[in-house]
């Protein structure tokens, strides 16, 4: 046993030394000079005479030995059975156990030691082999062999001050033996001798808190307990129910009590004795991190070639080219370099007791050089350390060099697997491990701010470092049970090669991307890359060179530099980054043998857990052990992810699947396949500052700058397979595939956001700037009923998603609350704080007619007055109809200050076909853009709101259709037009007899078509279509207006001027209407032409493809107006909140439920080793299916009670607000149509031959939406004419105005209604009014039989239709209503009324329709559904106003029928007030009334019977009594001929006003 200390080696050394002088003194006088010549001569080692050699042998049983580094520090080595020999030069040592120990803890444990010292080794001359470049072929050789090796640090033990204690007493202890030798000549150090070590386990542990290892143990007692102690609950609740069942009442309910007492107290001793025992049989967990080692073979070779300064310092130059080499040459303290050779079976790395290591790689092998060099530091870089010697030395200085040890490499391994696991949960464990290294090294004595991890890796190594591995996994972990093995997701590369140099790393190989959850979704490969080259480039944004890191001077604290006031002093300030970029780049198109494409696989189960997944991941983590608490006040470490400036992102690959699918049991999906494609993306990230005293973490920010994408040939397919879920829980193999879009390329191109001047002043010179811009060239859309239905379901399945995440959310019910007795408050308009900012924006101007004074208002009555007698409206300027819409004129303003979207289609074309007819209609365009602007914000009245405009032009539209039905062997073919027939028309020379044979660009003309877009028409034979709708333009427009608003665009817009008094009224012609959202949309020109089959082929479209509505969306939209019905005639609407809650409660139940199935479906299905079937498993697999299905009820029916519940208080709020204070009415929505000519040709069968033609112009549509929930709609129509296109016809025309001016300035039909809101579900009609110039009207039989034919086909005309008595038992017959309005529907109350007819359906069927009304309910219904039936079907008209309207008649009928030429009738004026109606009943009071006075008239025409008012030269004779009596003799002779007409004509002849009789 022996104790060592500095002092007593300093007495030691004293008395040695003084004795070796006291022998030189008396040696001096007997042999003067004589300690001169020895000196000479033994200094040359090759003139010494050969030593003998000593053969010793030496036995210790125990050797302790206590080296004190300082007063209250000291390193104890304890060995047993140590035994050494020494034998011809060589030297072997062996101790089967040595305990090194710091400050009294066993930090190194050595078993089974062996070393020994051999002048050479056959095994290490093997070892050179690998190795061309070495030199020296043999060398002396230390070899170490230890059985294990365990390394453990006890918690927050501070092993640096120890360890920096010891190694500064080392270098006091040099330079004490070696100054000496020091002043002598430097001889050149002899070769170092080889390593050779075998270790057969090695461990490195740092133990855990007791505290946190107790707490953990104790919690999952706890959890084990509450599940034991509920079984014994059970069991004892079962016998008192056997209790009570056996003596029933004459048990006592104390007894009971005694009973459940007792085993309350028996469950605490149980837990207070399991407490006990808990590590009676276990020992206590106490590792926190464990890193072991198996298998270990590690071999360092040296050689003459890199021995020695010089060699040393080439090699660094050839390891390290990247880095700029001192031109003054380097001063090295310390220089080395090796051959190394690693041999590693396992590598396992764990953190606690988690599941899953955090690194475990198997069998590694590495080859390289290793170069470790320490820079000889200035005297500004020496640190000084004080020893303690006491008296008589006093305190000794040593100085230690501060420049760290640098590592430079080129390194070559193959690993067999390498694993690392990863998860946000270990994080607070990793930042405890992370403090206990720490504490392994003592930090640097500048004071500068230490380096983080990832520019201290910079500093300290360097060089290339090359990986084989043949299987490499990462697993990021999902959830935040940090013990959980099934939630991860499992990155697997095979056959990576992974090159790691300075700023760059490379990976290649095939990568595999999979989720692990437990459910049947496991093994999900969503992501299929295969040869994969992935880059990842790092570009360090430093103040000086990034590889500079010679240049890096460490300083003493005393020996700082000055700085300037408020800088801190920072060595590494030119070194330490600011900033990381880092560029991703994928390459997919190196060629190999592999015939495996890139694949997507997509559910949407995977990405909703990719949704927690992220969320799991960007949570923000709690400081671990941090504070005054924890004596650790060291400021936090920065993040890796907020030390990114700017991320950009590259994507080569030759050809792209990915597939998308609803789930298993909906086999419903999206696949999506593209040839070759380039992505590109930049993001940059910035990190904002949260306000407030308290110190918080920086809010990052990621904002995309750019985006480039290049897809070439993308297909994209619909499919859906036959059969539902399959038992085994795969998807189905056979799949239907159907198209829906294809392409031959798309760009899509997204630039960087400006500040605004930067975008006004490079905007003005390039208008075509677009912050998104996507261009498609040759887009082919289909859209069938199968497209539709697979579309909707897929929607569907979204849709019900997002409602179940929304409705079972915390937020579903909040804010509903409404407080009846708070007064409303309007909003006060804020003023914004902003400096001397640039002219205020004026809102854009919405009307652009002149502006016109007093004398306008005077100018406009008066042309009023003027035109009273003639039947036109006229407008109120002499402008162009479309320059009067309000959207192009919001359109037009010139305040844009982003032009954020544009999208361009070149040659697009989209088939559609329906569900009743065949054949399809091919919808074409040349050009397509649309573009979104923003504009500046501006004040609308006292409201500063922010404008985006939309829109859509479309140049070149063209309509085709098939002319007769398709054969069905081509149903599955898809027809597509040639691009020279999409695209722009031009000049072209007419060369072959094809060409000479097409009709040009003409309507009707006929086209041919391709199945297959690669291969021209004429090579396939496919079928031909018809132009139905030629070239045409056709323009889109919408407008919105939101308060979010850039707080930057905010505070440079100048407050309105707030006026004190304001007297001035303003005009209502120049009123303004503010900010209104305006859609509209103009047709310029039409030319149409159809035959009957395709006009049913459009309406089969309109009905089942555009118009659809979904049998589940109808039968939901019925479940919510009974819902609403019920909360109406509810007295106490908030009993339905408790309800709600506990409909979350139960469809939550379900989820959890679901859940807990699917996971013991998966581990049903791990435990089978072979597909074979199992009855639990199918079992399970029908109660999953039956809690989807329970799952989707009660969540539709939530979804239903939340919206009902919410519309309701949310009206209910409103009607108060209503109620408190009047606020001015202003209009909200505006939508517009307008067409400026349209020319339909009604054809034949055949295309070509006419039958009508219909012309309309300036037709105009626009519905005015109020903040009061009212709306006014106005259709307008310029002028209309009808011609006859049919032989010999006799009328040309068929139809038009009698007035033959067509002046931009006219109207010919006009029609307002102005609607209120629903009351009770019934639709309220405010005022209806329809205007009409006097029609001429010539017709004839045959004309009408064809249109009938035309429009109606397969109808028998010979349809009998209601009599005259009928219609009068059942309708009112004029203006103000004598009968209730019940009276106009059959007078059985029980008869169920169905849902509304339109006005067509009401006037072309006969009784048969209004009988429909009267049929039987299938199933009964309740109060609710009969006011949500006759709500549905009626509405409410308050005031109808239809003026007269001359007409002149003409009819041409068959040989024996009437013809009548140049009859002048003239409907009535009706007004109707306060009816509520159906719109059946109110098209047969028109029909009823018109036909009451037109029959009348056409009677008295036909006898020549002129009214009363009509004779004025008898009138001036007779009295006024004549008058009276001769209007009566021939109002009854009329009435006599009318009956006697009626039932004396012939059966066969027909009238202009009914069928036969």
Request: charged share 25%; aromatic share 8%.
């Amino acid at each position: 046993m022996v104790l060592w200390s500095p002092p007593d080696h300093m007495y030691l050394y004293q008395h040695v030394l003084a004795t070796l002088q006291c022998r030189d003194l008396l040696r001096a006088p007997v042999e003067p000079g004589a300690p001169a010549e020895p000196a000479l001569e033994v200094s040359p080692r090759e003139a010494a005479p050969p030593k003998r050699l000593l053969n010793l042998t030496l036995e210790v049983s125990t050797a302790k030995l206590t080296t004190f580094v300082a007063e209250d520090k000291f390193i104890t080595l304890v060995a047993e059975s140590v035994s050494l020999s020494r034998h011809a030069g060589s030297l072997q040592v062996y101790c089967p156990e040595l305990v090194a120990g710091f400050d009294g803890n066993s930090i190194f444990n050595f078993k089974e030691v062996e070393v020994q010292l051999l002048s050479e080794l056959e095994e290490m001359i093997l070892h050179r082999n690998p190795f061309p470049s070495l030199e020296t072929l043999r060398n002396r050789v230390w070899l170490f062999s230890l059985g294990s090796v365990s390394v453990e640090f006890p918690y927050q033990y501070d092993f640096s001050r120890t360890l920096d204690e010891a190694v500064g007493v080392q270098k006091w202890l040099k330079g004490l033996h070696r100054g000496a030798r020091a002043k002598a000549a430097p001889s050149p150090a002899p070769l170092p001798p080889d390593l050779l070590i075998k270790v057969q386990h090695f461990s490195w542990v740092f133990l855990d808190d007791i505290f946190e290892v107790k707490l953990r143990d104790n919690y999952e007692l706890m959890k084990d307990e509450s599940k034991e102690s509920a079984k014994r609950l059970q069991l004892l609740d079962a016998k008192v129910a056997a209790l009570r069942k056996q003596h029933g009442e004459l048990l006592p309910a104390r007894k009971i009590e005694e009973l459940y007492a007792s085993l309350e107290r028996k469950n605490i001793e149980i837990y207070i004795q399991r407490s006990r025992r808990l590590y009676g049989n276990t020992p206590m967990r106490r590792a926190l991190l464990t890193w072991s080692l198996a298998g270990l073979e590690l071999v360092a070779l040296a050689d003459a070639s890199f021995h020695g300064p010089e060699q040393v310092l080439k090699q660094i130059r050839e390891l390290d080219p990247s880095s700029p080499f001192p031109s003054e040459g380097l001063e090295l303290s310390i220089q080395w370099c090796r051959m190394l050779k690693c041999n590693v079976k396992t590598f396992l790395v764990r953190i606690r007791d988690y599941p899953r290591y955090l690194f475990e790689i198997r069998d590694w092998r590495l080859l390289g050089r290793l170069v470790g060099t320490e820079q000889s530091g200035q005297a500004c870089s020496r640190r000084r350390q004080t020893l303690h010697l006491g008296l008589p030395w006093g305190d000794v200085v040593v100085e230690r060099n501060m420049p760290p040890l640098k590592f430079y490499h080129d390194f070559r391994s193959e690993v067999f697997q390498y694993t690392v696991v990863w998860g946000p949960c270990w994080d607070p464990a990793w930042t405890l491990i992370g403090q206990s290294v720490d504490l392994l090294t003592k930090p640097s004595a500048d004071p500068s701010a230490p380096l983080p991890w990832w520019d201290k890796s910079r500093l300290l190594f360097h060089g290339d470092w090359h990986m084989d591995i043949e299987q490499a996994n990462l697993h990021q972990l999902a959830t935040e049970d940090p013990y959980n093995t099934t939630e991860n997701m499992h990155w697997e590369w095979s056959h990576l090669f992974f090159h790691w140099k300075p700023g760059q790393f490379v990976f290649k190989g095939d990568l595999d991307v999979n989720v692990r959850t437990a459910s049947k979704y496991d093994d999900c490969c969503f992501l299929h890359l295969p040869d994969l080259c992935m880059t990842l480039d790092l570009q360090w944004l430093c103040h000086g060179n990034p590889h500079d890191h010679h240049s890096v001077i460490l300083r003493a604290p005393e020996f700082l530099p000055e700085v300037s006031l408020g800088q801190l002093h920072d060595s590494y300030r030119a070194f330490r980054s600011e900033n990381l970029n880092l560029s991703i780049k994928m390459d997919l198109t190196r060629h190999s043998g592999t015939m495996s494409q890139p694949r997507i696989l997509l559910y949407s189960s995977t990405l909703r857990w990719m949704q927690n997944f992220w969320a799991t991941w960007t949570s923000v983590t709690r400081p671990i052990c941090r504070g005054k608490l924890f004596n650790n006040m060291k400021p936090g470490k920065k993040k890796l992810g907020q030390h990114y400036k700017q991320l950009s992102y590259t994507a080569l690959f030759p050809q792209l699947q990915v597939h998308y699918w609803a789930s298993f049991a909906q086999q419903r999906g999206i696949q999506v396949e593209c040839s070759q494609g380039h992505v590109f993306t930049r993001g940059t990230q910035r990190l904002i500052p949260q306000a407030g005293t308290v110190m918080r973490r920086l809010i990052s920010e990621w904002s995309v700058t750019q985006m480039v994408s290049d897809l070439s040939q993308v297909t994209v397919h619909l499919m859906a397979s036959p059969s539902d879920e399959s038992s085994d829980h795969r998807l189905d193999l056979l799949v239907t595939k159907t198209h829906l879009l294809s392409l031959s390329s798309l760009t899509y191109q997204r630039h960087s956001n400006r500040t605004v001047e930067e975008e006004l002043s490079s905007r003005d010179g390039d208008p075509a700037f677009h912050t998104h811009q996507l261009h498609l060239v040759d887009l082919r859309a289909s859209w069938t009923t199968t497209n539709r239905d697979i579309a909707f379901g897929l929607y569907d399945g979204y849709k019900k998603a997002a409602v179940l995440k929304r409705n079972l959310s915390t937020e579903a019910l909040k804010g509903l609350k409404i407080d009846p007795q708070l007064p409303a408050k309007k909003p006060k308009r804020g003023v914004l704080p902003s400096p001397p900012a640039p002219p205020r924006v004026n809102p854009p101007s919405l009307s652009k007619g002149p502006e016109k004074g007093s004398s306008g208002g005077a100018h406009m009555l008066r042309k009023l007055i003027e035109e009273t007698d003639k039947f036109v409206v006229f407008t109120e300027d002499e402008s162009g109809v479309s320059e009067q819409l309000c959207g192009i004129a919001a359109c037009q303003t010139d305040d844009i200050f982003n032009r954020n979207c544009l999208i361009e289609l070149v040659n697009c074309q989209m088939v559609l076909r329906g569900a009743e007819t065949e054949g399809c209609v091919i919808v074409s365009a040349a050009k397509a853009q649309l573009l979104q602007c923003q504009h500046h914000p501006a004040w609308y009245g006292d409201t500063l709101k922010q404008k985006t405009s939309w829109t859509c032009l479309l140049d070149g539209m063209q309509y085709f259709a098939t002319t007769e039905s398709s054969p069905a062997e081509r149903d599955d073919r898809q027809l597509w037009l040639e691009v020279k027939n999409i695209e722009e028309h031009r000049e072209r020379t007419l060369d072959s007899v094809q060409e000479l044979m097409e009709s040009g660009q003409a309507v009707g003309g006929m086209v041919s078509t391709t199945t297959d877009w690669n291969q021209p028409a004429e090579a396939q034979q496919a079928q031909q279509v018809q132009r139905i709708i030629s070239r045409c333009s056709c323009r889109m427009y919408y407008i919105s207006y939101s308060h979010d608003i850039d707080p930057e665009l905010a505070t440079q817009i100048k407050p309105p001027e707030v006026h004190e008094q304001q007297e001035e009224k303003e005009d209502l012609l120049k009123k303004q209407e503010g900010a209104v959202d305006t859609f509209t949309l103009i047709h310029h020109e039409l030319e149409i032409s159809t035959n009957p089959a395709q006009y049913a082929m459009i309406l089969d479209i309109v009905n089942n493809l555009l118009l659809h509505v979904e049998p589940k969306r109808k039968e939901h939209s019925e479940k919510k107006q009974r819902v609403r019905f019920q909360l109406e005639i509810s007295s106490n609407p908030e009993e339905q909140r408790s309800s709600i809650l506990h409909l979350q409660e139960a469809v939550r139940q379900h989820v959890a439920q679901i859940r807990q199935l699917e996971k013991q479906m998966y581990s049903i299905m791990k435990s089978l080793q072979d597909d074979s079937k199992n009855e639990n498993l199918l079992d399970l697999n029908q109660k999953l299916s039956q809690e989807k299905a329970d799952l989707q009820l009660e969540s539709e029916e939530l979804n239903i009670l939340i919206r009902c519940f919410k519309d309701f208080q949310l009206q209910r709020a409103n009607k108060m607000e209503l109620r408190k204070q009047q606020e001015d009415v202003s209009v909200a929505r505006r939508t517009e149509f307008y067409f400026a000519q349209a020319r339909w040709r009604l054809t034949e069968e055949d295309g070509q031959l006419g039958i009508a033609e219909l012309e309309l112009q300036r037709f105009l549509y626009s519905k005015v939406n109020k903040s009061d929930d009212t709306a006014e709609h106005l259709l307008e129509l310029g002028w209309f004419t009808m011609n006859n296109l049919l032989p010999n016809a006799v009328y040309k025309v068929v139809l038009r105005p009698q007035s033959s001016c067509q002046s931009g300035r006219q109207l010919a039909l006009r029609l307002f209604s102005k609607v209120r809101p629903p009351v009770g579900g019934i639709s309220i009609k405010e005022h209806f009014e329809v205007n009409v110039v006097p029609l001429t009207i010539q017709l004839t039989h045959q004309f009408f039989h064809r249109m009938m034919g035309f429009f109606f086909p397969g109808r028998s005309m010979e349809d009998e239709e209601v009599g005259d008595e009928e219609d009068k038992s059942k309708l009112v017959t004029t203006g103000m209503p004598v009968v209730k309005p019940r009276q106009l529907i059959a007078a059985d109350d029980t008869v169920s009324l169905g849902p509304g007819k339109g006005v067509a359906q009401g006037l072309n069927r006969g009784s048969g329709v209004r009988r429909s009304f009267r049929k039987a309910p299938e199933h009964p219904v309740d109060d609710i559904d009969k006011m949500k039936e006759r709500a549905a079907m009626n509405n409410s008209f308050i005031y109808i106003k239809i003026p007269q309207v001359p007409l002149c008649v003409s009819y041409k009928g068959e040989k024996n029928s009437v013809d009548w030429g140049d009859l002048n009738l003239v409907l009535p004026c009706l007004e109707y007030h306060n009816n509520t109606w159906t719109w059946l009943d109110f098209a047969m009071a028109v029909k009823r009334d018109s036909r009451k006075a037109l029959v009348a008239q056409v009677i008295k025409e036909k006898l020549r019977l002129k009214p009363a008012a009509g004779s004025e030269t008898r009138g001036k004779l007779e009295t006024k009594s004549d008058l009276n009596m001769q209007q009566q003799e021939e109002d009854e002779k009329a009435r006599l001929l009318i009956g006697l007409s009626v039932g004396d004509k012939n059966p066969s002849k027909k009238s202009i006003f009914g069928r036969r009789k």
